[in-house]
Nanobody
């Protein structure tokens, strides 16, 4: 049974930083592409960032580019999302996801992801 478990969310003031973590089990993590998505209240889930199986290829949404860094540690089956200069509009539930299709090149569409975590809440106050 595949499980993805996010952690690291919380309440932070605008301009602050958070690092989200997602630990995977039940799959061969090192051969999957991984991604982060978010969903704000009343909005559709949107792509944030993704990386290939070895982290050699990354891709970011324009809305977070320059403020966010995605990385992974295949030794611990963990993917990270370092978020800096946070804005109130970054408030959302953040989800990590695993993509077999995205193992070589990062994928941006949720339909290209096979497994999802339960999400972690990030709230940025102004």
């Amino acid at each position: 049974q595949v499980q993805l478990e996010e952690s690291g969310g919380g309440l932070v003031q605008a301009g602050g930083s958070l690092r989200l973590s997602c630990t995977a089990s039940g799959l061969t993590f090192s051969i999957y592409g991984m991604g982060w998505f978010r969903q704000a209240p009343g909005k559709e889930r949107e792509f944030v960032a993704a990386l290939s199986w070895n982290g050699g290829s990354t891709f970011y949404a324009d809305s977070v580019k320059g403020r966010v860094t995605v990385s992974r540690d295949n030794a611990t089956n963990t993917v990270y999302l370092q978020m800096n200069s946070l804005k109130p509009e970054d408030t959302a539930v953040y989800y990590c996801a695993a993509s077999w299709q995205g193992r070589a090149a990062p994928r941006t569409h949720s339909s290209e992801y096979d497994n999802w975590g339960q999400g972690t809440q990030v709230t940025v106050s102004s």
